[in-house]
């Protein structure tokens, strides 16, 4: 079975601009939740998705935004890029149930200059 | 409000040693617990989860963690370091309060160094 993947795996931009992450869950999966990684503040919950509804946030500003696909894709953007949006962005995949284990990709280094 | 604890950002161990990595969670009811790896520039490996039943949980690559009630603890132990467990370990909880989520609240981390 094929793990989560994400897409691109480094992305380098510019203060400013917006930019769009998509994140492919493992097949049957319908959880996708979103994290940032950041020496300064760990890991860090972002949102979930389940059956291309939002239905947990985190406490991120609304630059942060999500959707997810009817395929359980699921894509993140951020708009109006700061310097410390740079960070790792992980992706994680979950069977509905009971508190399964979330599965994560490799994630996407997102580098603000 | 639920969080993890993990005593020690920095620990290291030589080749063959003991490696033990601490974890302590603060919930009001038995939470879900969870071990995940991440080695440089990679994602996040589960090691191992408690969720009911044998407090004793073996996972992979010889670790094992020990569900403490008692002690609110959860810490994760190998008998015989090995050089490819250097590495950055992260305790996690679920999320009990959130209703019907996946949400993992996570530790700070322990950066494990083995030398040789």
């Known amino acids: 079975k094929a793990g989560v993947t994400q897409t691109p795996r480094y992305l380098i931009k510019t203060r400013g601009q917006q930019v769009t992450l998509s994140c492919s869950p493992i097949s049957g999966h319908r959880s996708v939740s979103w994290y940032q990684q950041t020496p300064g503040q760990g890991l860090q919950f972002l949102f979930e998705?389940?059956?291309?509804?939002?239905?947990n946030k985190g406490n991120f500003p609304g630059r942060f935004s999500g959707r997810q696909f009817s395929n359980s894709r699921s894509e993140m953007n951020v708009s109006t890029l700061e310097l410390g949006d740079s960070a790792l962005y992980l992706c994680a995949s979950s069977l509905e149930g009971l508190k399964p284990e979330a599965f994560f990709g490799q994630g996407t280094r997102l580098t603000v200059v | 409000a639920q969080s993890v604890t993990q005593l020690g950002s920095h620990v290291s161990v030589s080749e063959g040693a003991l490696v033990l990595l601490r974890c302590n969670y603060s919930?009001?009811?038995?939470?879900?617990l969870f071990w995940y790896v991440q080695y440089p520039n990679q994602g996040l490996q589960l090691l191992l989860k408690y969720t009911t039943g044998a407090t004793l949980v073996k996972g992979i690559n010889g670790f094992e963690a020990e569900f403490k009630k008692s002690e609110t603890s959860f810490h994760l132990t190998k008998p015989s370091a090995h050089m490819s467990d250097a590495a950055e370990y992260f305790c996690a909880v679920s999320d009990i309060y959130g209703g019907a989520t996946n949400k993992l609240i996570f530790g700070t981390g322990t950066l494990l160094a083995v030398q040789p």
């Open positions: 919930s009001s009811v038995p939470p879900y």
């Open positions: 998705y389940f059956s291309e509804t939002q239905r």
